[in-house]
């Protein structure tokens, strides 16, 4: 079966620089563009009706700025990929804080813009094109491989391997078998990927292989933990115990 190809959106003001983009995506036939926005005020309209799965995002629009529009305009899930097209080199660092795959200088150039799609694709396949279908009412897909850059290489994590994973800020803490890795993606967004049949949420900040747990405590005041196989305790919090006794089967 032909892989789906990755549905971009380009944002820009300049008609000008969205050619540009258009012109650099020639050589990459498994995008499609799926619309064009000006301003902060269509883009937020065309996420909700186009779903892409790539923003291609200038940084200084009418209407406000590509940070404020990662911040607070996008409220669906999950949230596209985002490779920032700017002319403002000095913005690098907070483009990478707000989540961004890669930050591309204008004028665009091709082997840049090339070396940034080979970012998007590792991506792409290690969140999307591995996710398998699994039983239920929505048909939903989930993820069986995550891609993570562990120095000068990307490793891919089998996600039945996780034992558990922890928020920190914009990025999150996976962890395997003793080892740990930063992946620049929200604990949020991370959490779309995976099966909930496995995956279980005890805590604004952890998330947890519910085969790795085996056991439950209650402690003093309230409070709660569960224990892995591997004797690594995390809190289990208050908002999450209901959640947590229904999928664990406790009393």
Same mark, same amino acid.
């Given at each position: 079966? *032909?892989?789906?190809?990755?549905?971009?959106?380009?944002?820009?003001?300049?008609?000008?620089?969205?050619?540009?983009?258009?012109?650099?995506?020639?050589?990459?036939?498994?995008?499609?563009?799926?619309?064009?926005?000006?301003?902060?005020?269509?883009? &937020? =309209?065309?996420?909700?009706?186009?779903?892409?799965?790539?923003?291609?995002?200038?940084?200084?629009?009418?209407?406000?700025?590509?940070? *404020?529009?990662?911040?607070?305009?996008?409220?669906?899930?999950?949230?596209?990929m985002v490779v920032f097209t700017t002319a403002f080199a000095e913005h690098a660092l907070e483009a990478f804080d707000a989540n961004a795959i890669d930050y591309v200088l204008k004028p665009v150039d091709q082997a840049r813009f090339d070396q940034a &799609?080979? !970012?998007?694709?590792?991506?792409? !396949?290690?969140? +999307?094109?591995?996710?398998?279908?699994?039983?239920?009412?929505?048909?939903?897909?989930?993820?069986?491989?995550?891609?993570? =850059?562990?120095?000068?290489?990307?490793?891919?994590?089998?996600?039945?391997?996780?034992?558990?994973?922890?928020?920190?800020?914009?990025?999150?803490?996976? +962890?395997?078998?003793?080892?740990?890795?930063?992946?620049?993606?929200?604990?949020?967004?991370?959490?779309?990927?995976?099966?909930?049949? /496995?995956?279980? !949420?005890? /805590?604004?900040?952890?998330?947890?292989?519910?085969?790795?747990?085996?056991?439950? +405590? *209650?402690?003093? =005041?309230? /409070?709660?933990?569960?224990?892995?196989?591997?004797?690594?305790?995390?809190?289990?919090?208050?908002?999450?115990?209901?959640?947590?006794?229904?999928?664990?089967?406790?009393?």
């Amino acid at each position: 079966m *032909t892989a789906s190809k990755i549905r971009a959106l380009l944002v820009d003001d300049e008609i000008l620089a969205r050619v540009a983009v258009r012109q650099a995506l020639v050589s990459h036939p498994d995008v499609e563009v799926v619309g064009e926005c000006g301003n902060i005020q269509e883009v &937020m =309209q065309a996420i909700g009706a186009l779903s892409p799965d790539l923003l291609f995002l200038d940084i200084q629009m009418p209407g406000g700025d590509g940070f *404020t529009l990662l911040r607070d305009g996008l409220t669906p899930e999950p949230f596209p990929m985002v490779v920032f097209t700017t002319a403002f080199a000095e913005h690098a660092l907070e483009a990478f804080d707000a989540n961004a795959i890669d930050y591309v200088l204008k004028p665009v150039d091709q082997a840049r813009f090339d070396q940034a &799609m080979e !970012r998007v694709r590792k991506h792409w !396949r290690g969140l +999307h094109a591995d996710r398998h279908s699994v039983s239920g009412e929505n048909g939903r897909s989930y993820a069986k491989r995550i891609s993570v =850059q562990a120095a000068e290489k990307s490793m891919v994590i089998p996600v039945a391997d996780i034992d558990w994973i922890r928020a920190d800020d914009n990025y999150v803490r996976i +962890h395997v078998g003793g080892n740990t890795y930063l992946h620049r993606e929200t604990l949020r967004h991370l959490c779309e990927s995976l099966d909930p049949n /496995h995956f279980l !949420r005890i /805590h604004r900040s952890i998330v947890v292989n519910m085969d790795r747990i085996c056991e439950v +405590h *209650t402690l003093f =005041q309230g /409070h709660a933990e569960v224990v892995l196989h591997d004797g690594t305790r995390l809190d289990l919090s208050r908002r999450f115990r209901n959640a947590a006794r229904v999928a664990l089967g406790l009393r």
